[in-house]
């Protein structure tokens, strides 16, 4: 059953059971009051027989009325109505009573003064019929506006259902492949959570398609070089072997590509992994003085090997973010600065706080990059060919996409030491949505 009839069908219900409910209680209501009314009626009708000359008069006087009535004078029938029988009506000798006769429920009212007696009767059947009467004038503009009150329920329920049914029809008409945003132009206070999270799912699953192919064409593409170097490499060995004149190179040789493999494997791992989704479900308070440490002694072997030396100028500072993806960030800037500014130069990393924003600074004594490259080195697998040392063109990717998470901002520059310099600035605190990351 569709929404739209079932409110319809529950809300005439509601009318239709709240009218007769108010129906019943007015038929209680009126009934107990034309009986007062009635009774008074009575009354009023016994005194004027008792005080009326007409009581000396035969018993052979009518007078029409709608009562019955009897005028006893020393317990001796006076005068009676038409309706009334030759003997005592009631047995009561005051007030107000119920009595039957002629086949029909009679209220009956007596009034003695003196030696006069009047009895006044009124038909049960009368009142009721008198009740009814007047319930029915009551009830009967409400009966008819009942169907006009369906009417107009319908066409309400319909207009304040717009908006779902747009709702519907758009899901509806949406292909599997279709994961465009949802739009209801009159909507409800009620219907725009649904489309906000509707919209955010759609958006996520986008995303989520998007990194999967990026991560197909990531691995097609930076894996086809080092696999057909590794390729070339073992045909090189085997021949080598076959001809007993396997040397040193040849080792270095396969060690090195397959070193660059694993390298290219863990970059794009790194940058698939940190998706929205996952960071902000990680996110932690951070030391990041203890984290910049960390990272500078994974690498220190490199540092050592290339002749270099490294600082670092911070004091103690918490930051709110991803563990793995500030590490990751961190290790990309510090290799790169190790593998691009040559041997036997110097790498200053350093961390400047601020009132809302911690900036760390990394900066290196080699050859830098020209003005040229500084647009393009966030573009995946963009290399930048001024150096010997060759990359897989993902480093600055992944750290502008992590930094994008952060909520941050990331900027090149020639740095005073003659090289690169890179200056990251993240938020100390970050806002709760994630899902536009």
């Keep these: 059953m569709s929404i739209q009839r079932y409110l319809l069908i529950v809300i005439l219900s509601v009318v239709t059971l709240a009218s007769f409910g108010a129906a019943l209680q007015g038929y209680k209501a009126s009934k107990a009051k034309l009986n007062h009314v009635f009774d008074e009626e009575m009354r009023s009708f016994a005194i004027a027989l008792l005080h009326s000359p007409i009581k000396q008069s035969s018993t052979n006087v009518v007078l029409h009325s709608i009562f019955a009535y009897q005028i006893w004078i020393d317990n001796k029938l006076s005068l009676k109505s038409h309706n009334s029988p030759d003997k005592h009506i009631t047995k009561n000798n005051k007030g107000y009573s119920d009595s039957s006769f002629l086949g029909k429920r009679w ?10 007696k009047v009895v006044v009767a009124q038909p049960v059947e009368q009142r009721l019929e008198s009740v009814e009467e007047v319930l029915l004038e009551a009830i009967l503009p409400i009966v008819y506006a009942i169907p006009l009150i369906g009417l107009l329920v319908f066409f309400a329920i319909n207009r304040s259902l717009k908006p779902l049914h747009t709702l519907s029809k758009q899901l509806q008409e949406k292909s599997a ?11 409800s206070t ?11 799912l759609f958006e996520r699953l986008t995303n989520a398609f998007e990194r999967e192919k990026r991560l197909s064409s990531d691995a097609a593409h930076e894996l086809r070089t080092p696999i057909s170097v590794l390729k070339i490499t073992a045909h090189n060995i085997k021949t080598a072997f076959e001809n007993n004149s396997i040397e040193r190179h040849h080792i270095n040789e396969l060690h090195n590509n397959t070193i660059r493999m694993a390298h290219v494997i863990e970059q794009i791992i790194a940058l698939n992994r940190t998706t929205p989704e996952s960071f902000s479900e990680s996110k932690t308070t951070l030391a990041l003085r203890e984290l910049l440490q960390s990272v500078i002694s994974e690498n220190y072997d490199q540092i050592e090997l290339a002749q270099q030396t490294v600082s670092l100028e911070a004091k103690p500072i918490s930051l709110l973010g991803d563990k793995f993806s500030l590490e990751v960030l961190f290790d ?24 809302h924003d911690v900036q760390v600074i990394v900066e290196d004594s080699g050859v830098g990059i020209t003005k040229e490259h500084l647009d393009k080195v966030f573009l995946r697998f963009y290399r930048v060919k001024q150096h010997s040392e060759t990359g897989s063109g993902l480093g600055l990717s992944i750290v502008k996409h992590i930094v994008d998470l952060h909520e941050g901002n990331i900027q090149l520059m020639a740095s005073d030491l003659g090289g690169l310099k890179v200056a990251i600035t993240l938020p100390k605190v970050m806002s709760l949505d994630f899902n536009n990351a």
């Design 332 to 355: 990309n800037l510090l290799k790169n600065a190790i593998k691009y500014s040559g041997n036997g130069t110097n790498i200053n990393i350093a961390i400047k706080e601020h009132q």
């Design 107 to 116: 209220r009956v009212f007596v009034l003695v003064e003196g030696s006069a």
């Design 177 to 187: 492949n279709d994961l465009t945003a949802i739009q209801v132009k009159e909507n």
């Design 190 to 200: 009620e219907l725009k959570p649904i489309e906000q999270t509707l919209n955010s």
